[in-house]
């Protein structure tokens, strides 16, 4: 009975590291993702807060390091080697720990990440040029151009926002920007238009009305704000599975390690 219940335990312990070392696979492409996207508002996230960043590192770090243990903790259980289990347990441990600091910090520092991103939007709308003075501020403005006309938002509080900007505000012609335009077709928002278009008539300085843009009127403070928090929620669910397997592995791993006598390393795979 008793290796019966062995048995079971190390085939278990086996099948969940096997997730494990799935789901550090989603844990480590999560954080190349958001190193790598540059056509989505993640890319204005980065530059606005460094701790992104950062933690987007911290992302591929973990889940690199969660696919080595989950292999470790692979050939540790199918070949009742104690010392590898040992050592998967210790690591693990470490993991968990890990997550659970970088989850507090995150959530104590969300309201000022909020505020960060605000500060950076609206300097990319103050400070927007159709001629970008260095790639950076181009591939910020760019981003922001696909935000508002995929959301279709404009501005971050309002519309208004935009009549901070230093081109419209000194412009003898009535300009608007380009992404805020409302488009009456579905496939038109494929099409992210850039730069500023002209409206009707002239405008003197302090006569351009944005009441009169034919853009879209809510700011993307909102939208924006619920896109964050239903990737959060996605990426929060990913976090909370990925520890209820990491406890799952520390339990079996420690009944595993009790019930080995001896082990034969000569079992052990040598490359």
Not at 186 to 214: A, H, Y
Not at 237 to 247: D, F, P, T
Request: a negative charge; proline letters at 1%.
């Amino acid at each position: 009975m008793g290796a019966a219940c062995i048995k079971v335990t190390k085939y278990f312990l086996f099948l969940f590291n096997l997730l494990f070392f799935i789901l550090g696979a989603v844990i480590l492409g999560f954080g190349v993702w958001i190193l790598a996207d540059k056509n989505s508002f993640i890319s204005v996230l980065q530059t606005s807060s460094s701790s992104l960043q950062v933690g987007a590192y911290v992302f591929i770090g973990v889940g690199a390091i969660t696919m080595l243990m989950g292999l470790l903790g692979c050939i540790g259980a199918v070949n009742e080697v104690r010392c590898l289990l040992g050592l998967y347990f210790v690591f693990l441990l470490l993991i968990l720990i890990a997550q659970v600091t970088v989850g507090v910090l995150f959530y104590f520092n969300a309201g000022k990440l909020k505020q960060e991103v605000g500060n950076m939007v609206m300097d990319i709308i103050q400070n927007y040029k159709v001629n970008a003075s260095s790639s950076r501020e181009e591939s910020l403005q760019e981003a922001w151009d696909y935000v508002q006309a995929q959301v279709e938002c404009c501005g971050w509080v309002s519309f208004y926002n935009w009549t901070e900007n230093s081109e419209i505000r000194n412009s003898t012609e009535t300009l608007y920007p380009c992404s805020c335009e409302v488009t009456g077709e579905e496939d038109n928002r494929r099409i992210v238009k850039k730069g500023f278009c002209e409206g009707q008539g002239n405008s003197t300085q302090g006569q351009n009305l944005p009441e009169e843009w034919p853009v879209y009127q809510e700011g993307c403070m909102k939208k924006v704000q619920a896109w964050l928090q239903e990737n959060l929620g996605i990426l929060l669910g990913v976090c909370v599975g990925v520890a209820v397997i990491e406890l799952l592995g520390l339990l079996l791993s420690i009944c595993l390690c009790r019930h080995i006598h001896s082990e034969d390393y000569s079992k052990v795979p040598k490359y």
